[in-house]
């Protein structure tokens, strides 16, 4: 696991020992590569949230389903799989981007939970010990403030991501996604002041820019269903237009 960690590790160091040459500044350094790798896995982002909205979108089907075919699992199975193809969904899509985000965010974690590992530039030794605003030393903790900023951040991720989802009180999903919205940031919070401070840094600005993307998906999923009812109402009309000619043609005759 620490072979495929570093595998993304250090290519990530080299980049942001290309930063720091260009900006001169470590703090300002992990931020502009926070944005960077998030701007690359943006696409990733966005197909996972759209899988997601789109299962949440089937739940009721789903629900249907499981209710009826409760006692026959191999045709509950048959059915399920029919509705997935007639909707145009993989159960497997939702898992790959994950999947190939998961090893970029964990080789950026471990450089930056320990930068001198993966990152061998002389000028890097001195830098990561650089102060950064109120940061002394951003290789050593930072026992409040950006703590605090990570697990808000984390809070606020949670609550943007689940807006819309409507998960009822019955579902586990919806229950356990509820709790780790509350855990999760205390649990960021408590590592944060134990972490160093570039790290919590980058979970910040991480969370931060998620929280955007968030609102930015949010709108994209309220135009895509403007666009899908306009279409479907489009359909409509022209279906009621072919039946209401058919009607005329038939009296004509």
Not at 18 to 31: A, F, K
Not at 151 to 162: A, C, E, F, P, R
Request: proline share 5%; with cysteine; hydrophobic share 45%.
């Amino acid at each position: 696991m620490n072979f495929i960690i570093g595998l993304f590790a250090k290519p990530i160091g080299s980049l942001l020992a290309w930063i720091y040459g260009i900006v001169n500044n470590y703090g300002l350094s992990i931020i502009i590569l926070t944005v960077l790798v998030r701007l690359i896995i943006l696409p990733l982002y966005a197909k996972q949230i759209k899988y997601q909205a789109k299962m949440t979108d089937l739940q009721p089907k789903l629900k249907e389903i499981q209710e009826r075919y409760a006692a026959d699992r191999e045709t509950l199975s048959q059915k399920t799989m029919e509705l997935y193809r007639e909707e145009g969904v993989s159960p497997s899509s939702g898992c790959l981007p994950l999947l190939i985000q998961m090893p970029i965010i964990m080789g950026l974690f471990a450089l930056l939970r320990s930068p001198l590992t993966y990152m061998t530039a002389p000028q890097m030794i001195a830098a990561v010990h650089e102060s950064f605003l109120w940061i002394k030393d951003l290789c050593q903790p930072d026992s409040w403030i950006l703590p605090l900023i990570a697990g808000i951040s984390t809070y606020l991720t949670y609550t943007v991501g689940m807006m819309g989802q409507g998960a009822s009180g019955g579902d586990p999903t919806g229950a356990m996604s509820k709790m780790m919205q509350y855990f999760f940031p205390v649990f960021i919070f408590l590592l944060g002041r134990s972490f160093p401070a570039g790290l919590a840094l980058y979970w910040a600005i991480g969370n931060t820019f998620m929280i955007f993307q968030g609102f930015y998906m949010k709108k994209v999923k309220e135009r895509e269903a403007i666009r899908d009812e306009i279409i479907k109402e489009e359909k409509e009309n022209r279906r009621q237009a072919r039946e209401a000619a058919k009607k005329e043609a038939k009296n004509k005759k």
